[in-house]
């Protein structure tokens, strides 16, 4: 799958279609689509969490591992750790 043709200037419009591509296994896509989320607003910690899923799970570590502690550093989202 190819990211449609999708011009726009909103990090939340590039978020919201990189997690629509991840659900439906278009990891590139969604790559690509998260990348330019981060470009436009890269202050968005649940994008840098979201990328580092992806580049987790295709075995990127180290790079995950930098989005991941940038989302942390962060903590503009809300997530409890389990108890």
């Known amino acids: 799958m190819q990211v449609p043709d999708f011009e726009t200037d909103d990090a939340d419009a590039w978020h919201a279609l990189g997690m629509t591509l991840a659900a439906r296994g278009d990891r590139p896509g969604a790559f690509t689509a ?19 899923n992806l580049l987790f799970d295709t075995g990127r570590f180290d790079e995950a591992l930098r989005c ?4 942390t550093a962060n903590r503009d989202f809300n997530y409890d750790p389990p108890q």
């Open 68 to 71: 991941f502690e940038f989302a």
């Open 34 to 52: 998260l990348r330019n989320a981060i470009l436009l607003d890269g202050n968005r910690s649940d994008t840098h969490l979201a990328l580092g």
